[in-house]
T-cell receptor
Framework: SQTIHQWPATLVQPVGSPLSLECTVE??????LYWYRQAAGRGLQLLFY??????ISSEVPQNLSASRPQDRQFILSSKKLLLSDSGFYLC???????????FGPGTRLTVL | SQQGEEDPQALSIQEGENATMNCSYK?????LQWYRQNSGRGLVHLIL?????REKHSGRLRVTLDTSKKSSSLLITASRAADTASYFC????????FGEGTQLTVNP
């Protein structure tokens, strides 16, 4: 069966510090991968998605970047965090662009 | 935009009552999905209904789809406190797009 992992679960970082969140998927190959951000009590904002290694599409111009160094690994990064980067970050995978998405447990990021 | 919009934003009911949440969308779809999110957790897929289906059941869940009105509803029957969560609809266009969600609270 397929599983998706995210870490860390919780992160508190100072403004201006770098960020690296990692997401890995097991049990499937060539998945579509997604990074979302969710503000408290709100819906999902798609940040990045990837259909293959090295292929990244950005949905929203921002302070963040994403990379996919391996087929089942998706990394969200920032060189310098802003207060507005705080939120709940979710990674997800799907077989196709409009197929069911399977979500990781999320990372709660607080930038102080 | 293809984004679904849920209604109401928040719903509070007593255990045993039924909960109905609605989703409206703007353009044609191939399928519509409903997801659930417990507080502080990832979303979990509940059910998918295709554009040629009008109704679908899964346990205590009943989903309807009216493509002429571009709307869907999710009914949870005989609700339980454990059903407390946010519920999202997602529509397919160039990619899956999620709405803002309905926060359901089921009081014991």
């Amino acid at each position: 069966s397929q599983t998706i992992h995210q870490w860390p679960a919780t992160l508190v970082q100072p403004v201006g510090s770098p960020l690296s969140l990692e997401c890995t998927v097991e049990g499937t190959s060539n998945p579509n991968l997604y990074w979302y951000r969710q503000a408290a009590g709100r819906g999902l904002q798609l940040l990045f998605y990837s259909v293959g290694i090295g292929q990244i599409s950005s949905e929203v111009p921002q302070n963040l970047s994403a990379s996919r160094p391996q087929d089942r690994q998706f990394i969200l990064s920032s060189k310098k965090l802003l207060l507005s980067d705080s939120g709940f970050y979710l990674c997800a995978w799907s077989r196709g662009r409009t197929d069911t998405q399977y979500f990781g447990p999320g990372t709660r990021l607080t930038v102080l | 935009s293809q984004q679904g919009e849920e209604d109401p934003q928040a719903l509070s009911i007593q255990e045993g009552e039924n909960a109905t949440m609605n989703c409206s969308y703007k353009t044609s779809i191939n399928n519509l999905q409903w997801y659930r999110q417990n507080s502080g957790r990832g979303l979990v897929h509940l059910i998918l209904i295709r554009s040629n289906e009008r109704e679908k059941h899964s346990g205590r869940l009943r989903v309807t789809l009216d493509t002429s009105k571009k709307s869907s509803s999710l009914l949870i029957t005989a609700s339980r406190a454990a059903d407390t969560a946010s519920y999202f609809c997602a529509t397919d266009g160039s990619r899956l797009t999620f709405g803002e969600g309905t926060q359901l609270t089921v009081n014991p």
